[in-house]
């Protein structure tokens, strides 16, 4: 079963990046690398959004590729990775929003973000 773990490992290693050299792209610890590839899920984790984001570009890869698997778009960068896109109905786009208030707080705000891609969850 591929997972979002096995797919940072895999485009990781596709790039010609090692766990040490990836970390300090990102200047974080080899030992969250570490926890991001682990092949045992109970003791994986996983970057959140934003850095996530950060990987995916690092990487040459989308977010929704590192999450899902599917809509992986192939650069002269990576052409090594070939899992095939699947249906993404899967999946549900969620919108993020913040909340923007004024020094008052009399008037409210909802900001949409604006990523690159949408975040998706998986309907199970």
Do not use: C
């Not at 290693?13 to 092949?39: D, H, P, R, V």
């Amino acid at each position: 079963m591929h997972t979002i773990h096995s797919r940072i490992r895999q485009a990781r290693t596709n790039k010609g990046l090692t766990q040490a050299e990836l970390a300090e792209k990102l200047n974080i610890s080899i030992t969250a690398i570490q926890l991001w590839e682990n092949k045992d899920e109970t003791k994986a984790t996983a970057p959140k959004r934003k850095r996530l984001e950060e990987v995916a570009k690092i990487l040459g890869v989308t977010v929704t590729w590192l999450y899902t698997g599917e809509n992986f778009i192939q650069t002269d960068e990576n052409p090594k990775l070939t899992e095939n896109p699947g249906p993404s109905d899967g999946y549900k786009k969620v919108l993020i929003y913040y909340i923007d208030l004024s020094k008052n707080h009399e008037n409210i705000n909802w900001v949409l973000s604006e990523f690159e891609e949408p975040l998706l969850i998986n309907n199970n």
